[in-house]
C-alpha cells in the first residue's frame, strides 16, 4: 500500500493548512480535545470544497467507550449512509462488545453502508481484548487500514506492539500509527516498526482576536481558556512528511 500521513483535523481552516503542507489524507472530525467525534455535513462540505487529498471522515457518536447503546448505533448507521453518500474516501469506525472484542455484526452492518468507500477501525482498537484476534477480524471484515498506538497512552510506548501488527498483517490491513507522532517520532518509529502510515493532529493554539475578554466564564470544561484556538501547525506537518518520505521513498 501507498505510504500515509494523515492528518486528523476537526476545523476547515486546519483541514486546508495540512492539505498545503504536504498531508496525504485528512480524517475529519470534530471535538479533537474530547478524542475526536462526528462532524457535521457542512463541515465536510467546506473541506471538500478545498482541498484536493482523499477525506475520511470519523465517525464517532459521543466520547468515552466504544460500546454502543441501540439508539447509537443507529446513528452511526444513518452517519456512515450520509458520508458515504456525499463521496467521502473512508469512514473511520469502531464498535467493541462488552466482553472487550470487536463487534463484528454491527461493524459488518456498517461496512455494508459504506458502500465500498475505505474503511478504517479507529482506536477502538486500542482498547480491545486482544489485538491480534482484532486484527484478524478487522481482515476477515475488509476493513483497511488500523489506527493504533500498539495499546499504549503513547506510540512510543506501543512499539513492540507495532511492530508485531505490522509483520502480522503484511499490508492488509495497512497499520496507522497514531497518538503522539511527529518528525521526530517518525524517525524513530519507522525503522523499528516497518510502517509506512503515520497519523498525527500536528495541534497548536492560536491567540485569540478578542480584545475585550471577560475571564472567568467558562463555556466548556473549567481550567480551558476560552480564547486559545488549537489549529493545525503547518511546519509540523510539513516536517513530519520530509520525516517520513526520506524513510519511505515513492
Known amino acids: 500500500m501507498p505510504k500515509v500521513l494523515e492528518v486528523c483535523a ?19 472530525c470534530s471535538a479533537l480535545a474530547a478524542g475526536g467525534l462526528s462532524p457535521d455535513e457542512d463541515m465536510y462540505r467546506m473541506v471538500r470544497e478545498r482541498v484536493d487529498i482523499p477525506v475520511r471522515v470519523l465517525l464517532r457518536p459521543r466520547s468515552g467507550d466504544f460500546l454502543y447503546s441501540d439508539a447509537e448505533y443507529e446513528l452511526l448507521r444513518r452517519q456512515v449512509r450520509r458520508f458515504a453518500a456525499l463521496g467521502a474516501d ?12 470487536l463487534d463484528a455484526a ?33 481482515r476477515a471484515l475488509g476493513v ?4 493504533t498506538s500498539g495499546q499504549q497512552a503513547a506510540c512510543t510506548q506501543g512499539a513492540a506492539l507495532l511492530r508485531q501488527l505490522v509483520q502480522a498483517a503484511r499490508g492488509k490491513p495497512q497499520i ?14 519507522q525503522p523499528q516498526t516497518g510502517a509506512d502510515a503515520f497519523h498525527l493532529s500536528a495541534k497548536h493554539t492560536v491567540e485569540s482576536g478578542m480584545r ?29 512528511r520530509a520525516a517520513l518520505d526520506a524513510l519511505c521513498p515513492a
Open 10 to 28: 476537526d476545523s476547515v481552516e486546519s483541514a486546508v493548512t495540512a492539505a498545503r503542507s504536504g498531508a496525504t489524507r485528512i480524517e475529519l
Open 90 to 101: 473512508g469512514v473511520v469506525i469502531g464498535i467493541l462488545r462488552e466482553d472487550g472484542t
Open 106 to 138: 454491527r461493524m459488518a452492518g456498517l461496512i455494508e453502508l459504506a458502500g465500498g468507500c475505505g474503511v478504517t477501525l479507529h482506536r477502538a482498537f486500542d482498547v480491545c481484548r486482544d489485538p491480534l484476534e482484532a486484527l484478524e477480524t478487522a
Open 144 to 147: 483497511d487500514t488500523i489506527l
Open 176 to 189: 496507522l500509527i497514531g497518538a503522539g507522532v511527529n518528525a521526530a517520532v517518525i524517525r524513530r518509529l
Open 212 to 240: 475585550f475578554r471577560r475571564e472567568g466564564v467558562p463555556m466548556g470544561q473549567p481550567g480551558l481558556s476560552e480564547f486559545a484556538i488549537v489549529r493545525c501547525d503547518g511546519a509540523a506537518v510539513r516536517a513530519a
